[in-house]
């Protein structure tokens, strides 16, 4: 009788001591994870906004969510009475270690968030990088892929790549087409532009705006230089500068102009 006594003592004891600390740390967690639930789908929807990557996005988001809800976790076990100083020490402690081991993923890891923030390139863009030339075809956390024009595929970590130079050929839209033309002493310069930029003009995919150029950068020691320059949309790049050699030589031969090449001059002395 005694004994059932003390139990039934100690169980009020309990719960007058413990009930109140048990139901602040659920209220404490419900009330918590409800916060964390609305303050991520707010945070979605940002950088949703902001046309962010969608791995990215993904990335960030999960990442608050796992360190907002261990500090939620933190906070109901001190709201319990059990002390979080020894557990915060040893995640501290972990994070430390593991951050050593992994230093070199880590530098990737910056250089993809930094890379997918700030968007120097984007997945389709044409890029020199880390002495690569390729189209963008993914860009991962810790590294980017790039398919060279051999259809071969280069990986970059992040790291180096956010590091170095980024020469980014199809960002605004179009590029231009650069030749330098060399053409005899004998040809008028005049009709020389003339028939240089009609041979682009006549391009189907050679745009209006900026205008093609022609302007004479060189006298040779065999040859006039022109520089001829003209825009096209990415798509149509390298199918109209193809096009455009071929067509430049057949109406420079069509008007007479002629194109010089080398001469070497023997002097033989007689003995």
């Keep these: 009788m005694e004994l059932s006594e003390k139990a039934i003592t100690w169980a009020k ?9 048990i139901i602040a740390a659920i209220l404490l967690l419900i ?11 707010s945070m979605r929807k940002a950088l949703s906004k902001r046309d962010m990557e969608i791995s990215l996005q993904k990335f960030l988001t999960n990442l608050t969510s796992w360190a907002l809800k261990a500090m939620l976790f933190i906070a109901v076990l001190s709201q319990l009475g059990i002390e979080s100083t020894s557990f915060v020490a040893v995640l501290g402690a972990a994070g430390l270690a593991i951050g050593l081991a992994l230093q070199g993923s880590l530098s ?10 700030f968007r120097p390139f984007k997945v389709g863009d044409t890029i020199n990088a ?20 051999q259809n071969r595929l280069v990986i970059i970590p992040n790291g180096a790549l956010s590091n170095g130079n980024i020469v980014n050929y199809t960002a605004e839209g179009f590029q231009k087409i650069v030749f ?3 053409v005899s002493y004998d040809a008028d310069i005049a009709q020389t532009k003339e028939v240089l930029l009609n041979a682009m003009k006549k391009h189907e995919h050679v745009m209006e705006e900026p205008a093609p150029m022609v302007e004479l950068v060189n006298l040779n020691d065999s040859s006039i230089d022109f520089t001829v320059r003209c825009a096209v949309v990415n798509e149509h790049f ?5 096009a455009l050699l071929p067509t430049i030589k057949q109406d420079l031969d069509a008007a007479g102009i002629e194109i010089p090449y080398p001469h070497q001059v023997e002097i033989q002395k007689e003995s």
Excluded: H, S
């Design 238 to 242: 390298w199918p109209t500068q193809w």
């Design 108 to 117: 990737n890891f910056a250089g993809g968030v930094l890379i997918m923030l």
């Design 130 to 149: 880390q002495g690569e030339i390729g189209t963008v075809k993914e860009i991962e956390i810790f590294t980017t892929k790039l398919l060279t024009f």
């Design 180 to 182: 330098t033309i060399g």
């Design 13 to 21: 004891d309990a719960i007058f001591e413990y009930g109140p600390k």
């Design 31 to 41: 009330i918590g994870l409800w916060v964390i639930k609305f303050f991520i789908r």
